[in-house]
């Protein structure tokens, strides 16, 4: 096949296509089908990926979470509820006996207590008590001000670290450094705000309130309250020794029976990995299932219209095989057809692809991780799985066309 081979069978394929324009645009609808669930099924897994290494980047790589609730959902519901709350001792004697992390914290939660500042106010916002430490956490950098300090840890201080979404709440038109705002009545002095770092699948880090740990105790105690431990491993490679290490203390601490199961969680991202890999199995499962049908569908389709085009163009062929025309030749251009009808479905698909991006993207901001415009790396793939599909339904009727008999086909009409 020559360069001029080529441009001859484009030509040609590109004439036959305009002469039978709306037959060729019915006939590439179930290609373009096919290809607008399979770029935006690579668009929305695309996104799902992202929104997966912001959350890992978020949570730390290499944090671990001791809690009394599996963020996983494996665990029964009602077996969790019924687990023991992790106490304030508990937690301490942990973070006093964990030799192999590179830092532990203690973390304890306060809900439905009233924020308030001026005519603002909520009581949406979880209060956390924790340490300083825990500004070296990645879940604890602050974008504004800073972190409240060992000595506002030991002096019990009335200082706080906004989340994001509290602060953009709270003082909508101000910088809210140095302001002072009421939890639950008492007057606490704002000094740093965290970092918007939320995303799709952990919004809540937005939407709290951090205070110092020995200020939280005196303000509202630690009855009935479950305490969680964050633990910075130090690196993923040592992330298998830090939870071992962690699992045995804890059963130690609570006084575990060495057959009884563990009655706490030690969460990290892995929770999350495992929910977005669910997600994406059904995605691919509904995607490539319709993909395919839509793909078979216009493969018949094609494969139809082309021997069509081969009977009408039968004395056609015959004239050129008369003339010197070499069945590779015959052949190519019905390929190249057939070809070009599945790429331009694929064209239209992706333009439409690229509308429906946009639309949802705008529609639904919340879903911050979808991007406008499918990625350009989907689009190249699309644009080769439907000239392969072009390529193959063409191949029966371009052999067809090739092994015509020229005196047969000249006397054809």
């Given at each position: 096949?020559?360069?001029?081979?080529?441009?001859?069978?484009?030509?040609?394929?590109?004439?036959?296509?305009?002469?039978?324009?709306?037959?060729?645009?019915?006939?590439?609808?179930?290609?373009?089908?096919?290809?607008?669930?399979?770029?935006?099924?690579?668009?929305?897994?695309?996104?799902?990926?992202?929104?997966?290494?912001?959350?890992?980047?978020?949570i730390?790589?290499?944090?671990?979470?001791?809690?009394?609730?599996?963020?996983?959902g494996?665990?029964?519901?009602?077996?969790?509820?019924?687990?023991?709350?992790?106490?304030?001792?508990?937690?301490?004697?942990?973070v006093?006996?964990?030799?192999?992390a590179?830092?532990?914290?203690?973390?304890?939660?306060?809900?439905?207590?009233?924020?308030?500042?001026?005519?603002?106010?909520?009581?949406?916002?979880?209060?956390?008590?924790t340490?300083?430490?825990?500004?070296?956490?990645?879940?604890?950098?602050?974008?504004?001000?800073?972190?409240?300090?060992?000595?506002?840890?030991?002096?019990?201080?009335?200082?706080?670290?906004l989340?994001?979404?509290?602060?953009?709440?709270?003082?909508?038109?101000?910088?809210?450094?140095?302001?002072?705002?009421?939890?639950?009545?008492?007057?606490?002095?704002?000094?740093?705000?965290?970092?918007?770092?939320?995303?799709?699948?952990?919004?809540?880090?937005?939407?709290?309130?951090?205070?110092?740990?020995?200020?939280?105790?005196?303000?509202?105690?630690?009855?009935?309250?479950?305490?969680?431990?964050?633990?910075?491993?130090?690196?993923?490679?040592?992330?298998?020794?830090?939870?071992?290490?962690?699992?045995?203390?804890?059963?130690?601490?609570?006084?575990?029976?060495?057959?009884?199961?563990?009655?706490?969680?030690?969460?990290?991202?892995?929770?999350?990995?495992?929910?977005?890999?669910?997600?994406?199995?059904?995605?691919?499962?509904?995607?490539?299932?319709?993909?395919?049908?839509?793909?078979?569908?216009?493969?018949?389709?094609?494969?139809?219209i082309?021997?069509?085009?081969?009977?009408?163009?039968?004395?056609?062929?015959?004239?050129?095989?008369?003339?010197?025309?070499?069945?590779?030749?015959?052949?190519?251009?019905?390929?190249?057809?057939?070809?070009?009808?599945?790429?331009?479905?694929?064209?239209?698909?992706?333009?439409?692809?690229?509308?429906?991006?946009?639309g949802?993207?705008?529609?639904?901001?919340?879903?911050?991780?979808?991007?406008?415009?499918?990625?350009?790396?989907?689009?190249?793939?699309?644009?080769?799985?439907?000239?392969?599909?072009?390529?193959?339904?063409?191949?029966?009727?371009?052999?067809?066309?090739?092994r015509?008999?020229?005196?047969?086909?000249?006397?054809?009409?």
């Amino acid at each position: 096949m020559t360069l001029s081979e080529l441009r001859e069978a484009v030509a040609v394929a590109l004439d036959a296509i305009r002469a039978n324009f709306f037959r060729s645009l019915l006939t590439s609808v179930g290609i373009a089908i096919g290809v607008l669930f399979v770029s935006l099924m690579g668009w929305f897994l695309s996104g799902l990926d992202t929104a997966l290494e912001r959350t890992i980047t978020l949570i730390g790589p290499d944090m671990l979470y001791v809690d009394k609730w599996d963020w996983s959902g494996r665990t029964r519901w009602t077996e969790v509820r019924s687990r023991k709350n992790i106490t304030y001792a508990q937690a301490r004697a942990l973070v006093e006996e964990l030799t192999g992390a590179e830092l532990a914290v203690p973390l304890v939660r306060a809900w439905g207590l009233r924020i308030a500042y001026r005519d603002q106010s909520t009581t949406d916002v979880p209060v956390m008590g924790t340490l300083s430490d825990y500004g070296r956490t990645p879940a604890g950098a602050v974008e504004h001000g800073r972190f409240f300090s060992p000595s506002e840890d030991r002096t019990s201080a009335r200082v706080a670290v906004l989340g994001y979404a509290v602060a953009q709440q709270l003082f909508p038109a101000e910088n809210p450094l140095g302001k002072t705002i009421r939890i639950a009545g008492h007057p606490f002095q704002v000094i740093g705000v965290i970092e918007k770092r939320g995303t799709t699948f952990i919004q809540f880090v937005d939407k709290q309130i951090l205070i110092p740990l020995p200020t939280f105790l005196h303000l509202f105690g630690s009855a009935n309250r479950s305490f969680s431990i964050a633990v910075k491993a130090g690196s993923e490679e040592r992330m298998e020794e830090v939870r071992d290490e962690i699992r045995g203390l804890m059963r130690r601490i609570r006084n575990l029976a060495p057959e009884a199961p563990d009655d706490f969680a030690i969460n990290e991202t892995q929770a999350f990995r495992e929910e977005i890999a669910g997600l994406r199995q059904a995605v691919w499962g509904v995607g490539l299932g319709m993909s395919m049908l839509s793909f078979l569908v216009g493969i018949i389709g094609i494969v139809n219209i082309m021997f069509v085009s081969v009977v009408e163009r039968t004395a056609e062929i015959g004239i050129r095989k008369a003339v010197g025309a070499r069945r590779s030749s015959i052949a190519l251009q019905f390929l190249v057809e057939a070809g070009l009808l599945c790429s331009a479905g694929a064209v239209g698909a992706l333009m439409l692809g690229n509308l429906l991006a946009f639309g949802i993207a705008h529609a639904f901001p919340e879903a911050e991780f979808l991007t406008s415009y499918i990625p350009p790396q989907h689009v190249g793939i699309a644009l080769a799985v439907a000239f392969t599909a072009g390529i193959l339904a063409g191949w029966a009727p371009a052999l067809r066309a090739a092994r015509l008999d020229p005196i047969a086909a000249l006397r054809y009409e």
